[in-house]
């Protein structure tokens, strides 16, 4: 018998998997044997999956009630279950769930870590937009939480806390309008808001001074010599602005409108103090293997030697901020030839009770380890 179902043929397998809902089931089936291994599909968990909020982001209220899809829409997510009174969901960064007890007035805030368990209480913050971590508090002793807060009218302001404080301190000194990207690296964080507008904090991580904000500023084109109009016009073509760091450097992904040859670009930005205006920088077309996942507030960058479901030098991108009627809800766009992959909206998700997609979530490492022990 083991010999008949470690023959069977590569179609009528990939059929098989086809049909495997959960990612449990996926993994299993790839661990059946070799041939089974180089028959069917990489398993899901080897790709992020899609955050979907029940409610359609505003950009002023959190993720509210969640639930995780297959890029392609399908449940399909077996973690342990989530800290009970915790329904609501504040983002998920590096693997972790910010969880509340409430959307508009919370009296509890957890970081929770699906694989081993782990809760982190926080202080209260309300109302709470989203939390961000510095680092993996299960790998690093050296980390904060950042969250935002919106203010009245369409404005973020950022709150910091470290592991012992009693409360969040802040606010930052500059608020943001809506908050589009946020990203950690060499013990800076660097956001973008809607309007293009960057500002960047020294965090000191390690010690007990509160983040510095080092620079307030908005992006222009690369040449100092172009003119107002053409200035103008690439400001009014940029859509968004992601910041997000891959390979040890931090870069930008411009998303533009239909005017452009360009759906998005990728940069390495220049910035230094004493350059004016900042300037996008060089532009980026070979990310070798890595892709770049972007969503709602949190970006990463993942290796397809690590997960090779995905596709290597890619920008995947979540439609978080398009009408429900719109037919896609995530993209591929590839930087070396330009071709869209678009994923369409899950035809269930359309319907009154259906899901937005948010963010991405991507499971710490340990998580697969263990699942293909």
């Known amino acids: 018998m083991a010999a008949g179902w470690s023959s069977l043929p590569a179609d009528i397998l ?21 041939h089974w291994r180089a028959s069917i599909s990489p398993p899901a968990a080897y790709r992020p999956w899609v955050v979907a909020a029940r409610q359609a982001p505003d950009g002023l209220s959190p993720v509210g009630e969640y639930s995780l899809q297959l890029p392609r829409g399908v449940p399909g997510v077996d973690f342990k279950a989530a800290p009970p009174g915790l329904p609501y969901c504040c983002g998920t960064p590096r693997g972790w769930f910010a969880l509340a007890d409430d959307v508009r007035s919370p009296t509890r805030l957890v970081m929770w870590e699906p694989h081993s368990g782990t809760e982190i209480p926080l202080p209260c913050l309300s109302p709470v937009f989203q939390v961000f971590l510095s680092s993996d508090p299960l790998e690093s002793s050296h980390w904060m939480a950042v969250a935002t807060k919106h203010r009245w009218p369409e404005a973020h302001i950022l709150f910091f806390w470290r592991p012992g404080d009693a409360a969040w301190s802040g606010p930052a000194k500059v608020p943001c309008a809506e908050l589009h990207s946020v990203e950690f690296h060499a013990g800076n964080i660097y956001c973008i808001d809607g309007m293009s507008n960057v500002s ?7 010690t007990a001074s509160p983040p510095v904000l080092l620079r307030c500023f908005g992006m222009s084109p690369n040449q100092a010599s172009e003119s107002w109009e053409t200035r103008k016009y690439w400001k009014d073509s940029v859509r968004a602005v992601h910041v997000v760091a891959c390979r040890g450097e931090l870069l930008l992904v411009l998303l533009f409108h239909g005017r452009r040859p360009s759906l998005m670009e990728v940069y390495r930005p220049a910035w230094t103090p004493a350059e004016w205006p900042f300037r996008v920088g060089e532009r980026v077309t070979d990310l070798g293997d890595y892709a770049l996942f972007l969503g709602c507030g949190d970006a990463v960058a993942l290796s397809a030697k690590e997960y090779p479901a995905i596709r290597g030098n890619c920008v995947y991108y979540l439609v978080h901020n398009l009408p429900k009627y719109r037919k896609h809800w995530a993209m591929v766009y590839d930087l070396g030839t330009g071709d869209v992959d678009d994923i369409p909206y899950p035809a269930v998700h359309k319907q009154e009770n259906g899901c937005w997609p948010y963010s991405w979530f991507c499971p710490r490492r340990p998580f697969l380890k263990k699942q293909l022990a």
């Open 200 to 206: 960047i904090y020294d965090l000191k991580l390690g």
């Open 14 to 34: 990939n059929e098989i998997s086809g049909r495997l809902n959960t990612d449990a089931d996926q993994l299993h089936a790839h661990q059946v044997c070799a």
